[in-house]
């Protein structure tokens, strides 16, 4: 999905910073702007500051600052796309038309689907609680030991045995037979409409935002002829690679623990759950995809995959590493004994157990995938082998550190030297590749890495705070003169648009950095439009003083060639140059006197 700019513009100017903000924390009024604890760190008095005027947040304490998409991002963990579509919902901004995703599909029609879904959750429910003929499916719940009370908190249900009975409910309510249809509820048949989770356990599927978005069903009679679970197929709202099942209320517990527990089903989750463990996901029904992963990292800095203790396990936990790998988070394995599955082992040994367990028998992902080949390749004596069958993985880590540790683990597992494991790697890696050292590739990106000049982000800042004073200004700067390009860009695009306000400018700003920093100058009280003229003439001032300098490499260099005449060119245009300097210098000492007795 690609926003233009200007729509982005409109979603800012039409909601609130204050209501946003709101939305999640309790703010209060202190004179112009609102205060409130920070979120982002714990403390018990506020710091936390909102400006309405200027539409940025700034945290006195940890220094969190920023718009409220910003804010969105870093509190609710979202992308700038994501963040940009909770502030059009609150807006009322339709972005359906800039989605790149084949059949745009306006708000009001995933609303409807999100209606839908949640009528059939509501009576699916209400079946198994009430209905005679879900009484196998009541049984079924309790042999497994689940509570009524986490039957209600996962609001499971039953799909009932008539062809047709969500069909028909759905339809009395008022939804169209076709939206029902793509909702994934139901499909057509020769005379009608037909139930597709029929005598099924049903399980409700949640986006992050707690809205329920599909629904899982397992059968209750064991039938080859028939799928042991069925989801949702994919729809506008249902995207099955990129949800993960109980998100939505393992969320805080992910963030508090910094840990998310990945069991491979449903059930995993809601026994985990139900024995006070609930940082625990599942992915629905499928292998773990990338995008689960990316996903994830956002709310956390490691994931423990714990899957079944049978062989089929085991390889799904070979499997969710290779698929892991790239994501920039740490990653670890434990296999339950005896064959069981997560579910079986907490309810049968309680939540303590479950986690002691874990914290005794957890692995690193190498050290789970040397001991995963060590059953096809005996570490003696087909050695080579064996480090072969893991060097694809590791050549796979992004982290230079990692790496480096995950063959120090191969060379300690396979009792040789670390330098012929390194040896064997880089032959590895290098077969039709040209490798790039790592310390090159560090020392490339740290010269990449740009610090805003002192000056320059004042200036810039104080722009983006006082758009109305670029009148007295875009005489003195030109865009030359600012050396960081990020500014020099934000800086066109102000002389560009000189009718676009405080909050459309900052809302232009795709880096959060820059947009943290700007922010933190709109909470200090003693910036004013004033100031704005002054850090315009410093700012010229210091690219007349790098021109001087330049200047006089020149004439060194034309010195060295007995260039005279370019010599003289040069003299003159450093004479010119140096009393333009002094001429600042004057202004900038007579505004600083005037400053002192305006004060």
Same mark, same amino acid.
């Given at each position: 999905?690609?926003?233009?700019?200007? &729509?982005?513009?409109?979603?800012? %100017?039409?909601?609130?910073?204050?209501?946003?903000? *709101?939305?999640?924390?309790?703010?209060?009024?202190?004179?112009?702007?609102?205060? #409130?604890?920070?979120?982002? /760190?714990?403390?018990?008095?506020?710091?936390?500051?909102?400006?309405?005027?200027?539409?940025?947040? /700034?945290?006195?304490?940890?220094?969190?600052?920023?718009? #409220?998409?910003?804010?969105?991002?870093?509190?609710? $963990?979202?992308?700038?796309?994501?963040?940009?579509?909770?502030?059009?919902?609150?807006?009322?901004?339709?972005?359906?038309?800039?989605?790149?995703?084949?059949?745009?599909?306006?708000?009001?029609?995933?609303?409807?689907?999100?209606?839908?879904?949640?009528?059939?959750?509501?009576?699916?429910?209400?079946?198994?609680?009430?209905?005679?003929?879900?009484?196998? +499916?009541?049984?079924?719940?309790?042999?497994?030991?689940?509570?009524?009370?986490?039957?209600?908190?996962?609001?499971? @249900?039953? *799909?009932?045995?008539?062809?047709?009975?969500?069909?028909?409910?759905?339809?009395?309510?008022?939804?169209?037979?076709?939206?029902?249809?793509?909702?994934?509820?139901?499909?057509?048949?020769? !005379? *009608?409409?037909?139930?597709?989770?029929?005598?099924?356990?049903?399980?409700?599927?949640?986006?992050?935002?707690?809205?329920?978005?599909?629904? @899982?069903?397992?059968?209750?009679?064991?039938?080859? =002829?028939?799928?042991?679970?069925?989801?949702? =197929?994919?729809?506008?709202?249902?995207?099955?690679?990129?949800?993960?099942?109980?998100? /939505?209320?393992?969320?805080?517990?992910?963030?508090?623990?910094?840990? +998310?527990?990945?069991?491979?089903?449903?059930?995993?989750?809601?026994?985990?759950?139900?024995?006070?463990?609930?940082?625990?996901?599942?992915?629905?029904?499928?292998?773990?995809?990338?995008?689960?992963?990316?996903?994830?990292?956002?709310?956390?800095?490691?994931?423990?995959?714990?899957?079944?203790?049978?062989?089929?396990?085991?390889?799904?936990?070979?499997?969710?590493?290779?698929?892991?790998?790239?994501?920039?988070?740490?990653?670890?394995?434990?296999?339950?004994?005896?064959?069981?599955?997560?579910?079986?082992?907490?309810? =049968?040994?309680?939540?303590?157990?479950?986690? /002691?367990?874990?914290?005794?028998?957890?692995?690193?992902?190498?050290?789970?995938?040397?001991?995963?080949?060590?059953?096809?390749?005996?570490? $003696?004596?087909?050695?080579?082998?064996? &480090?072969?069958?893991?060097?694809?993985?590791?050549?796979?880590?992004?982290?230079?550190?990692?790496?480096?540790?995950?063959?120090?683990?191969?060379?300690?597992?396979?009792?040789?030297?670390?330098?012929?494991?390194?040896?064997?790697?880089?032959?590895? &890696?290098?077969?039709?590749?040209?490798?790039?050292?790592?310390?090159?590739?560090? =020392?490339?990106?740290?010269?990449?890495?740009?610090?805003?000049?002192?000056?320059?982000?004042?200036?810039?800042?104080?722009?983006?705070?006082?758009?109305?004073?670029?009148?007295?200004?875009?005489?003195?700067? !030109?865009?030359?003169?600012?050396?960081?390009?990020?500014?020099?860009?934000?800086?066109?695009?102000?002389?560009?648009?000189?009718?676009?306000?405080?909050?459309?400018?900052?809302?232009?700003?795709?880096?959060?950095?820059?947009?943290?920093?700007? +922010?933190?100058?709109?909470?200090?009280?003693?910036?004013?439009?004033?100031?704005?003229?002054?850090?315009?003439?410093?700012?010229?001032?210091?690219?007349?003083?790098?021109?001087?300098?330049?200047?006089?490499?020149?004439?060194?260099?034309?010195?060295?060639?007995?260039?005279?005449?370019?010599?003289?060119?040069?003299?003159?245009?450093?004479?010119?140059?140096?009393?333009?300097? %002094?001429?600042?210098?004057?202004?900038?000492?007579?505004?600083?006197?005037?400053?002192?007795?305006?004060?």
């Amino acid at each position: 999905m690609v926003i233009p700019q200007q &729509v982005i513009d409109d979603i800012l %100017n039409r909601v609130s910073i204050v209501d946003v903000i *709101g939305r999640y924390i309790d703010i209060k009024r202190s004179g112009k702007n609102y205060v #409130a604890l920070c979120p982002f /760190h714990n403390e018990k008095t506020p710091s936390f500051s909102i400006s309405e005027e200027k539409g940025l947040y /700034h945290c006195f304490g940890c220094g969190a600052s920023g718009n #409220a998409v910003g804010f969105l991002m870093d509190y609710q $963990k979202l992308s700038f796309i994501e963040a940009i579509e909770n502030l059009a919902r609150i807006a009322g901004v339709d972005l359906s038309r800039y989605s790149n995703d084949g059949e745009a599909v306006s708000n009001s029609e995933k609303e409807i689907l999100y209606k839908i879904n949640k009528e059939a959750m509501k009576f699916f429910h209400n079946l198994l609680l009430t209905s005679e003929e879900a009484k196998i +499916a009541r049984d079924y719940l309790k042999k497994r030991g689940l509570s009524a009370e986490t039957i209600k908190t996962f609001q499971l @249900g039953y *799909g009932g045995k008539e062809w047709t009975s969500l069909s028909s409910y759905l339809i009395k309510q008022g939804f169209r037979e076709e939206d029902i249809i793509r909702a994934g509820l139901s499909s057509r048949g020769n !005379t *009608g409409l037909y139930d597709r989770f029929r005598d099924r356990v049903i399980f409700p599927i949640f986006n992050r935002d707690g809205r329920v978005v599909g629904f @899982g069903g397992r059968v209750l009679k064991e039938n080859e =002829q028939v799928a042991k679970y069925l989801n949702t =197929q994919e729809t506008p709202i249902f995207h099955k690679g990129s949800l993960l099942f109980a998100f /939505h209320m393992a969320r805080d517990e992910i963030i508090k623990k910094k840990e +998310a527990i990945m069991v491979e089903g449903y059930m995993d989750v809601i026994g985990l759950f139900q024995n006070g463990i609930k940082n625990a996901v599942a992915p629905l029904g499928t292998s773990l995809t990338e995008s689960q992963m990316m996903f994830l990292k956002r709310f956390c800095d490691s994931v423990f995959f714990v899957f079944d203790g049978d062989e089929a396990g085991v390889k799904a936990a070979n499997r969710a590493l290779d698929i892991a790998v790239k994501s920039p988070i740490k990653k670890k394995v434990a296999i339950l004994p005896g064959g069981k599955d997560p579910f079986d082992y907490v309810m =049968q040994y309680g939540g303590t157990s479950f986690i /002691h367990y874990l914290e005794k028998r957890k692995l690193e992902a190498v050290d789970f995938k040397l001991r995963y080949f060590s059953r096809v390749f005996d570490k $003696k004596k087909d050695k080579a082998k064996l &480090v072969m069958s893991i060097l694809p993985y590791v050549s796979q880590i992004d982290s230079a550190i990692e790496r480096e540790e995950s063959l120090k683990k191969i060379a300690g597992y396979v009792e040789e030297n670390f330098s012929v494991i390194v040896d064997e790697y880089q032959n590895y &890696v290098q077969k039709g590749k040209n490798a790039v050292s790592t310390l090159r590739k560090i =020392q490339e990106k740290r010269e990449k890495k740009e610090q805003y000049p002192r000056v320059e982000i004042e200036f810039i800042s104080l722009l983006a705070l006082f758009p109305d004073g670029l009148s007295q200004i875009e005489s003195v700067v !030109t865009p030359e003169m600012i050396e960081n390009e990020e500014l020099r860009g934000l800086y066109e695009f102000i002389l560009r648009n000189p009718d676009k306000n405080s909050s459309e400018i900052c809302g232009s700003i795709e880096n959060p950095e820059l947009l943290k920093v700007i +922010a933190a100058y709109a909470q200090r009280e003693d910036l004013k439009e004033g100031n704005l003229k002054e850090m315009a003439y410093k700012l010229k001032f210091n690219y007349i003083s790098r021109e001087v300098g330049r200047i006089k490499n020149l004439i060194e260099e034309y010195e060295k060639a007995a260039n005279y005449q370019e010599i003289k060119k040069c003299h003159e245009v450093q004479m010119r140059l140096q009393e333009e300097k %002094n001429m600042i210098e004057k202004t900038l000492k007579e505004y600083a006197r005037e400053m002192e007795l305006s004060e």
